[in-house]
């Protein structure tokens, strides 16, 4: 049983446009939500992570929206470009006690940016 | 460069031929954790080890073992793998008390 729900599986985006990869949880004590991105033959790296003390983090073209109340979080890539070509998780956590920092990921959405 | 190495790469075995599969770090992590990837999945933690000598069950370690006598390394081990393990799998590492985990680059192994 998946404590992090993700969609789509995959999508497909055209150079420029617009990624939405959304992700829900039942957990409220999470309290730390990661995206990791993964490049096919490598492993996952962390691309940007939120805390729910704020609504929305960005960095470059990548943004995440966080709503608390319907426990759902989203990242959105600007201006998607070839490279963004990968593999997108997303992932919570919680700190302190036994599941300390313990990651609970989503199952993966595959995106692929045409030229 | 801080990395997470493990081997092999890639593996073919077949039911029942117990294997080992290496991870190590060089960032003098005190967290290791083994996930495995499946299609449709996502990322499943197997085992996690806080520190040397200190290991626990994740959410799928059946089938599996591991041991941490280095801090620097973790070790997989099947004792007699089945087709079901079949898989991706991907060891990583973390400091005590940050949330960034750090990945090797996978090893995927099939079991015939």
């Known amino acids: 049983q998946q404590q992090v729900k993700q969609s789509p599986q995959s999508l497909i985006v055209q150079k420029g446009g617009i990624s939405i990869i959304n992700c829900a949880y039942e957990?409220?004590?999470?309290?730390?939500f990661p995206w990791y991105q993964q490049f096919p033959g490598k492993g996952p790296a962390l691309l940007i992570a939120i805390r729910p003390d704020v609504s929305e983090k960005k960095e470059g073209r990548f943004t995440i929206s966080f709503n608390k109340s319907a426990k759902q979080f989203s990242l959105h890539i600007m201006d998607s470009q070839p490279g963004d070509s990968a593999t997108y998780f997303c992932a919570a956590s919680m700190a302190g006690g036994v599941n300390d920092y313990k990651l609970s990921f989503g199952a993966g959405t595959t995106v692929t940016v045409r030229a | 460069e801080a990395q997470v190495t493990q081997n092999p790469r890639y593996l073919i075995t077949v039911t029942g031929k117990k294997l080992t599969v290496t991870c190590s770090q060089n960032m003098n992590h005190e967290y290791m954790s083994w996930y495995r990837q499946d299609p449709g999945l996502g990322l499943r933690q197997i085992y996690y080890?806080?520190?040397?000598?200190?290991?626990d069950k994740g959410d799928v370690p059946e089938g599996y073992k591991v041991s941490r006598k280095e801090k620097r390394n973790f070790p997989l081990i099947l004792e007699s793998p089945s087709p079901n393990q079949t898989s991706l799998y991907f060891c990583?590492?973390?400091?005590?008390?940050?949330?960034?985990?750090?990945f090797g680059p996978g090893t995927r192994l099939t079991v015939l």
């Open positions: 990583a590492s973390r400091v005590r008390g940050r949330d960034e985990q750090f």
């Open positions: 957990n409220t004590a999470f309290d730390y």
């Open positions: 080890s806080m520190n040397v000598e200190v290991t």
